[in-house]
């Protein structure tokens, strides 16, 4: 199978433009259509038509297609389904925001961790993604949708971390000053907690912002509901993060879903103000996604209410997340949960950490 052309950098088209005796410009002009959000060689106009033959002959231009997409009655928000060139289904999410247009991404088709609220798990794993299906997720969507995009959210489906070296890969590629163009700063990354990831990322010294999803004040509660806990427990998970802002200078993000009877007390949120007294964070308060087969239900208003003028009331920063395209299943997986079963029943099951 061809290497999908979204994968190659702007390097590799200049050694790859040399390698078949072409002018050097052609390599910037490639790299601009791609820019794009292009499906074709063909649509390279400016090319001419033998060199658009034989880029169509050596790569492939198809490995991320629009399924179908979904676009909110309440709001501006548009649910992609991607399909890749294998068959895996993966999910993006165009929002719309005072401060303009956001893309959240998925990093994997499907995801390994297990977090038993969530709804990309009953799925299951099919695989990583590269830099380029990543990237095509923003371009395709700039490029359907007429929009200029400002920030990028790799908090669709999969553990971004999981996936290290093709996202930074594909966070090097998204910056390109002559392609998306997207700041460092305008992007974020989630992770579930995975530390000797999170310590590397660190050191990268890339000006992203770091979200990490606690989704609980305490161990106990954390095991319960994401079985990465058991392998890195809370101290080492805030000791990871609180050595990220003492190198990069930047506020890290709490995500924290609320799930009825379980973790939406206030006595939890007296527990994790505790956890997190003195560091720079600002937590972002999530009423829980409900879908078929999930075993929790979302927090009522009035407990998501009361958690956060608890947090508030102890000085720390917190807020409760905007909820966008809620009759389009806007939530990562929940889609694809429901297309896979059908399509790719061959999925391998999470991954299970140990104990």
Request: aromatic letters at 6%.
């Amino acid at each position: 199978m061809n290497r999908f052309a979204y994968d190659l950098t702007r390097e590799e088209w200049k050694e790859w433009v040399l390698e078949q005796r072409l002018p050097a410009f052609r390599a910037g002009q490639i790299a601009g259509w791609i820019a794009r959000g292009i499906q074709s060689a063909d649509e390279m106009t400016n090319l001419p038509h033998t060199l658009r033959r034989l880029l169509t002959e050596s790569f492939d231009f198809q490995g991320l297609t629009v399924d179908s997409c979904l676009v909110s009655s309440i709001d501006d928000t548009r649910k992609y389904i991607f399909r890749l060139s294998d068959g895996n289904v993966i999910e993006s999410v165009l929002m719309h925001y005072h401060h303009g247009y956001s893309v959240c991404i998925s990093s994997q088709a499907g995801c390994r961790m297990g977090c038993t609220f969530c709804a990309s798990t009953g799925a299951g794993f099919g695989r990583n993604l590269t830099s380029g299906e990543m990237l095509a997720q923003v371009l395709r969507i700039a490029r359907d949708t007429g929009v200029r995009i400002g920030h990028v959210v790799i908090m669709g489906i999969g553990e971004p971390l999981d996936n290290y070296d093709q996202v930074i890969a594909f966070l090097k590629a998204v910056n390109d000053p002559d392609g998306a163009n997207i700041g460092m700063r305008h992007i974020s990354l989630s992770t579930c907690g995975l530390v000797p990831e999170m310590l590397k990322f660190t050191d990268e010294g890339l000006p992203v912002t770091l979200s990490i999803s606690l989704h609980a004040p305490n161990d106990r509660i954390r095991q319960q509901l994401m079985p990465i806990a058991r392998t890195y427990p809370m101290d080492d998970l805030i000791r990871a993060c609180q050595r990220h802002i003492n190198r990069t200078g930047r506020r890290i993000v709490i995500e924290y879903a609320l799930i009825s009877g379980i973790n939406d007390q206030p006595e939890h949120a007296r527990e994790l103000a505790g956890r997190l007294r003195g560091m720079l964070c600002h937590v972002n308060l999530i009423p829980a996604n409900e879908f078929q087969g999930g075993r929790y239900q979302q927090s009522s208003q009035k407990a998501v209410r009361a958690f956060l003028d608890v947090l508030t009331e102890a000085g720390q920063s917190a807020t409760i997340r905007r909820e966008l395209g809620s009759d389009i299943m806007a939530a990562c997986g929940q889609l694809r949960r429901r297309l896979e079963a059908c399509t790719n029943p061959a999925v391998t099951q999470p991954r299970q950490t140990s104990d």
